[in-house]
């Protein structure tokens, strides 16, 4: 039986906190902060996303890719916006979303598993820490505004601290996503026995379970869960949404553009689903690590180094506009001859965004969340 | 062809290396030492309710019912509404029981020092299944593997076979605790007083004795030899938990779900078995027979047969069934002997891994890889097997969950175990590093490509969940 993600069923795994669990009765909220986290696991190919078009060398680096973005948001002089991000480049177009490129946190190796550990840890070597950024921000909070949730089947390490967390699982056995079915294809294409019946299984399988499929439905489903249960009073404030599927090594043209109308159907009904609260709300969407600069020989690229943050929201301190201490994409500009050069933190970028979202003292902010830095 | 020895002493054999198992060096003396180190009551299960708490819950639904059947004829449409409601909450106390023993033995299988034995132990419950779809079966299905199987699982043949049989689960599974000689004392007298419906034979545990615990179908017994034999059988009942008038005989102070013999209700005379006269014994009558089957040579056979297949493929080889076989019948079923022999046979460890490991071998290994707890502390376990496609002490028929390839190797079970395996890995996939996990659960089974994919994996999660799909740890 494959158990639908529309059928959303309070998860009672990990540890969820029954009195984290928002009551729908409730009308919304008068206190006004949120907060969203969204994370793109496998590393998102932020030249693909935010490509700097004006760059000299970005055409002959990218090759067969060059033309990914043509037809999007022209952002700058500089950058373009990726075509299935039409609703965020309408935020952008009314200041509520800003672009950080080339940040990188202090990670700079590429296994996604180090690299995530990084990210969402906010140590300063992978598995220095066993509790999260996130988890460590809400004890900066007001009490009230310190409910927090994952839409995961158990706390992820970003949200892990000292203060308890709930989580929220939409099916009791969430579908495996498309990028583990796609991996798993491969392993079992020489088994007699294991070959046949997976594609089978694969036939049936309607692909629902990550934001890319059913032609970005489903991160409108997603976005829409994720609203309804921040908006009620007692509702979460501070919310992470994991995204999957990112790690692009070959056919990006297609599954990066199917990943990203995913994401942009996941923030516009985000922002559809908070109404009047989005004036209130970041979200901040970032990933492990970038991608190569180069094309690889499967139409895909390889792990890399730099990428890009977004910054979503109502009131952004400088929305509308990329952020950039651009390095170039020449050989000799690039981090190990290969990989985007990072020229500015990530967890400062993070760090800078909460502190003007929540007016907190942007020193203590970086302390908190980054105490290893 | 390259072998996998250690892969296959720890899933084969074993139930899938524990996180915390040191390396196997020898991978023989490593079985056969656990046979002397078996633990028949290990914590999780000495630990549970025993059959007189089991029985209790019973006589309590069936009290329920009776008040209930009474206050139902006295009542309105309205009330008789709420009946079910009702009847679900005296259920629930027998079902507590059912979902206390899947977590108990889920729980000694996953902590086990010795897997082999435990193997075995689902193994033999499997070949005398009983199946909880019966509801007088469910509250005692996991008391018949805890108490009937595991004390015997280490000595001869013939004393599992007559523990097995004479446990209440299966007397009131197949029927036997409604079968009544049909010239018992008993059965004579009520037909004295003119019933016509005069309690009779039920031939369902004398049938499946022969055909499923012992000879195996077709193996020459005819329906005169079933029907000797469940004459023989009859005078063996649960005090207090079967139907009818025969309960009016218990001795008064029997305890409810206990196993008697009362001979009222025994089918007076011989009977004669498979050409074997078995003169009037009362309550020995059906054990020499049951002894007798047990030493049969067409038993040696299927039982060596069902052996040699756990161990090895669908079609087990030949060598390996002849040598159990003999065996079997050289050392009067003993046991120990036939584990030892399949341990030294050259065909368990000949190939790779051939076997599909069934839903519950699958999910008892995945847990033994891991530290942290892969499920909540409210995860339902029996509805997690049920959904996995095998529920546990539920094969919904007296021949047990079929051992071949095909029984679990199905598209949309593969499925459920991706989909399983990464909601496992969604909860703790980043507290373990599936890199370095993978050659030691795997280990001479772990190919260049399950390592390549999983290093490649794009979040320890998606690594760790790549593991429990690879292609080896489907298979033992």
């Known amino acids: 039986m494959i158990l639908s993600r529309r059928s959303v069923i309070l998860s009672s795994l990990g540890v969820a906190a029954a009195g984290a669990i928002p009551n729908f009765a409730y009308a919304a909220a008068t206190t006004p902060k949120r907060l969203v986290f969204i994370i793109q696991r496998g590393a998102a190919d932020g030249l693909a996303i935010v490509a700097p078009t004006g760059d000299p060398a970005f055409a002959s680096a990218r090759r067969a890719l060059a033309d990914e973005t043509a037809g999007g948001t022209k952002l700058d002089g500089m950058f373009t916006l990726h075509p299935a991000l039409a609703a965020t480049g309408g935020l952008y177009a009314g200041r509520q979303a800003h672009f950080a490129h080339a940040v990188a946190t202090a990670y700079r190796d590429r296994s996604h598993f180090d690299g995530q550990n990084m990210l969402e840890g906010g140590g300063s070597r992978p598995y220095g820490r066993d509790d999260g950024w996130v988890g460590r921000l809400l004890t900066l909070l007001p009490p009230a505004e310190r409910d927090a949730l994952a839409i995961a089947p158990a706390v992820p390490l970003a949200l892990r601290g000292t203060l308890q967390v709930g989580t929220y699982a939409p099916s009791r056995l969430p579908q495996a996503d498309s990028d583990l079915i796609a991996r798993l294809s491969g392993l079992y294409a020489d088994d007699p026995l294991l070959h046949p019946l997976w594609d089978s299984a694969v036939k049936t399988q309607e692909l629902a379970g990550d934001i890319g499929g059913n032609n970005g439905r489903n991160g409108a489903d997603l976005g829409k869960l994720a609203a309804s249960l921040m908006l009620p009073a007692d509702g979460a404030r501070v919310m992470m949404v994991e995204t999957g599927g990112w790690d692009t090594h070959s056919g990006q043209r297609g599954r990066i553009a199917a990943q990203l109308r995913g994401l942009d159907q996941l923030v516009g009904a985000l922002q559809t689903g908070l109404g009047p609260v989005w004036t209130d709300t970041l979200v901040i969407v970032a990933t492990e690590f970038g991608r190569t600069v180069e094309v690889n020989g499967t139409g895909g690229t390889d792990h890399g180094t730099a990428s890009t943050a977004m910054l979503l929201g109502g009131g952004l301190a400088q929305g509308g506009m990329v952020s950039a201490d651009w390095p170039g994409l020449a050989t000799a500009a690039r981090f190990d001859g290969r990989d985007l050069r990072p020229t500015r933190s990530l967890e400062s970028v993070i760090a800078g965004a909460v502190a003007h979202h929540y007016a907190l003292d942007p020193k203590q902010v970086m302390t908190t969340l980054y105490p290893d830095a | ?476």
């Open chain 2, 1 to 476: 062809m390259d072998m996998a020895t250690q892969y296959l002493a720890a899933n084969r054999f074993g139930l899938g290396r524990r996180y915390d198992d040191p390396a196997i060096s020898d991978v023989q003396g490593w079985l056969t030492r656990q046979l002397g180190e078996y633990d028949p009551a290990p914590a999780a299960i000495a630990a549970l309710a025993g059959r007189g708490a089991i029985a209790a819950a019973y006589v309590e639904y069936q009290e329920d019912r009776r008040a209930m059947r009474a206050e139902a004829a006295a009542m309105s449409d309205e009330e008789k509404g709420m009946t079910p409601e009702l009847r679900r909450l005296s259920r629930s106390a027998i079902r507590r029981h059912y979902v206390d023993a899947t977590a108990a033995r889920l729980s000694a299988a996953v902590a086990t020092q010795t897997p082999f034995p435990e193997r075995l132990v689902h193994f033999w419950a499997n070949h005398f299944a009983v199946s909880a779809d019966k509801q007088t079966v469910i509250g005692f299905a996991g008391n018949h593997e805890f108490e009937a199987i595991r004390p015997h699982i280490m000595g001869k043949f013939a004393d599992l076979l007559i523990a097995a049989v004479r446990h209440p689960a299966m007397l009131l599974y197949l029927d036997q605790a409604q079968s009544f000689g049909p010239d018992s004392v008993f059965a004579t007298r009520v037909r004295g007083r003119g019933n016509r419906q005069a309690p009779g034979l039920n031939e369902n545990l004398a049938r499946e004795i022969l055909e499923l615990h012992t000879l195996g179908v077709r193996t020459g017994y005819t329906q005169t030899d079933v029907t000797s034999f469940a004459k023989a059988l009859t005078g063996l009942t649960v005090a207090g938990l079967g139907r009818g008038a025969g309960q009016r005989l218990m001795p008064a102070d029997a305890q409810p779900g206990e196993t008697l013999f009362i001979d009222r209700l025994h089918e007076p005379g011989a009977q004669t078995i498979l050409g074997k006269r078995y003169n009037e014994m009362g309550a020995k009558q059906a054990e020499t027979v049951l002894r007798d089957l047990a030493a049969h040579p067409a038993t040696a056979r299927h039982v060596a047969t069902k052996l040699a297949r756990h161990f090895t493929a669908d079609d087990p080889p030949a060598a390996l069934v002849d040598r159990l076989a003999a065996d079997f019948l050289k050392t009067g079923g003993d046991l120990p002997s036939l584990y030892r022999t399949l341990i030294a046979s050259p065909e368990p460890w000949a190939a790779r891994p051939a076997m599909f490991k069934s839903p519950w071998d699958w999910t008892v290994s995945m847990l033994r890889a891991l530290k942290a707890p892969a499920f909540g502390e409210r995860q339902n376990i029996a509805a997690m097997f049920t959904q996995l496609g095998q529920p546990i002490w539920r094969p919904g028929s007296p021949a047990g969950y079929d051992d071949k390839v095909a029984t679990w190797a199905g598209s949309a079970a593969l499925m459920q175990r991706v989909e399983l395996a990464s909601r496992v890995a969604g909860r703790i996939g980043d507290r373990v590093d599936a890199r370095q996990l993978a050659p030691l659960v795997l280990a001479d089974a772990l190919t260049p490509e399950t390592g390549q994919a999983i290093a490649r994996a794009d979040s320890p999660g998606q690594g760790l969940a790549m593991l429990f799909a690879s292609p080896a740890f489907l298979r033992r």
